[in-house]
């Protein structure tokens, strides 16, 4: 089992930043994909960011694209968001997510991830 706590989340104002950390435990030896995904009210939840926890390659959503960084440090299990440029859109419940599924690929599938944080809460005001 691996165990995800999310932290960092808050409130800003649009253009402010933010820098989420998402902390792993238990048996984090096989994770392969350490993501981020959002949800708003009334909306799909929706992957942002991803890492490939190997070799730390990373893959952005579009929506995201130059805004937003992901990065990991292995030797705390812990991986970050940086959330630059921030806008009344990006507000949402934001989850970390996990799996020792391997892949070629970035899956932004919400239901390719078998561990899942409790969320952090962030909100952008205009």
């Known amino acids: 089992q691996v165990q995800l706590v999310e932290s960092g989340g808050g409130s800003v104002q649009a253009g402010g930043s933010l820098r989420l950390s998402c902390t792993a435990s238990?048996?984090?030896?096989?994770?392969?994909?350490m993501s981020w995904f959002r949800q708003a009210p009334g909306k799909e939840r929706e992957g942002v960011a991803s890492?490939?926890?190997?070799?730390?390659?990373?893959d952005v959503a579009n929506s995201v694209k130059g805004r937003f960084t992901v990065s990991q440090d292995n030797a705390k299990n812990t991986l970050y968001l940086q959330m630059d440029g921030l806008e009344p859109g990006d507000a949402a419940m934001y989850y970390c997510?996990?799996?020792?599924?391997?892949?070629?690929?970035?899956?932004?599938?919400?239901?390719?991830?078998?561990?899942w944080g409790q969320g952090t809460q962030v909100t952008v005001s205009s």
């Open positions: 890492i490939y926890t190997r070799n730390g390659a990373t």
């Open positions: 238990g048996h984090t030896g096989n994770i392969r994909f």
């Open positions: 997510a996990a799996t020792d599924r391997d892949s070629r690929f970035f899956d932004f599938n919400a239901g390719a991830y078998k561990y």
